[in-house]
């Protein structure tokens, strides 16, 4: 068994994390796609940042969602080191979310982990990470920042929304419990630049990290609302077994 035992079978499922020195947390890793000519294809990426404590089914469907309505060649999960709306609540550490995260996407060619969070102190700030896989990716390619209703009802609480919307398109998909934005609103607020909005129909899930951690604290059943690797990680590491805080 690995450290805490948790199975290395379950931690090499989760492919390869250097470790950065003394950090705990796991290094970057090369991009594995092989690049393609931006000019005449230009790439589309989605990201998709958050706390991922733990991730989620609701998280997978909002990136496999905006991937199948808008063409994306792939999304990056990206967990945030330290979110600065959470700072309220005590949140797993960084090195067992990401490797939840490893986790949930393993198996899935769609999804892949992005680091640049963790690569950068101080709170995790969404237009500097966008920023930062601007400058990695170039201007041909097409960034789209994903997420749900809920965090688009509060974008202006955000650090720099409108550079945020300049430095990458945002695709907004459903949640339970926030309607989706009506458009004129957005115009209205963004301008011309409310374009670069996309809003994504389909189903939505009722689910959060907040209800799965607290029935782990509850010891009620989280099979099928996580990937069943995450389960069993949570489990073997005894994590979210006294946290049932929001
Ligand atoms: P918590 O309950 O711990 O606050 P959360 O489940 O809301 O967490 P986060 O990791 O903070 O998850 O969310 C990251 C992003 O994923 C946000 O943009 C959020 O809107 C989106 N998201 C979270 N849950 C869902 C869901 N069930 N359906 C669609 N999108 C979701």
Redesign the pocket.
């Known amino acids: 068994m690995g450290r805490r035992g948790v199975s290395p079978a379950t931690v090499r499922a989760a492919g390869p994390h250097l470790t950065a020195a003394g950090s705990g947390v796991p290094a970057a890793e090369p991009d594995p796609l092989p690049e393609r000519s931006a000019a005449a294809f230009p790439l589309k990426i989605g990201i998709?940042?958050?706390?991922?404590?733990p991730p989620?089914l609701?998280?997978l469907?909002?990136a496999t969602l905006a991937a199948d309505a808008l063409g994306l060649d792939r999304v990056l999960l990206m967990p945030a080191a330290r979110p600065p709306h959470?700072s309220g609540r005590q949140i797993t550490n960084a090195a067992d979310r990401v490797l939840m995260a490893r986790l949930a996407i393993s198996g899935d060619p769609l999804l892949e982990i992005s680091l640049v969070e963790m690569e950068r102190p101080g709170p995790s700030y969404t237009v500097e990470s966008i920023e930062a896989l601007r400058e990695r990716h170039g201007a041909e390619t097409r960034l789209f920042l994903?997420?749900?209703s809920?965090?688009l009802a509060q974008i202006d609480t955000w650090r720099e929304p409108d550079r945020l919307l300049e430095l990458a398109e945002w695709a907004v998909?459903p949640?339970p419990g926030t309607p989706m934005p009506d458009p004129d609103t957005l115009r209205a607020r963004f301008g011309p630049a409310a374009e670069r909005i996309h809003l994504l129909a389909g189903p939505?899930?009722?689910?959060?990290?907040?209800?799965i951690r607290q029935r782990v604290a509850a010891g009620r059943t989280i099979r099928y609302l996580v990937p069943r690797a995450v389960e069993e990680l949570i489990r073997e590491r005894g994590l979210y077994r006294r946290s049932a805080r929001a």
């Open positions: 998709l940042g958050g706390t991922f404590d989620h609701g998280h469907w909002l959470k994903l997420m749900a809920d965090s998909g949640r939505a899930l009722e689910l959060s990290g907040t209800e």
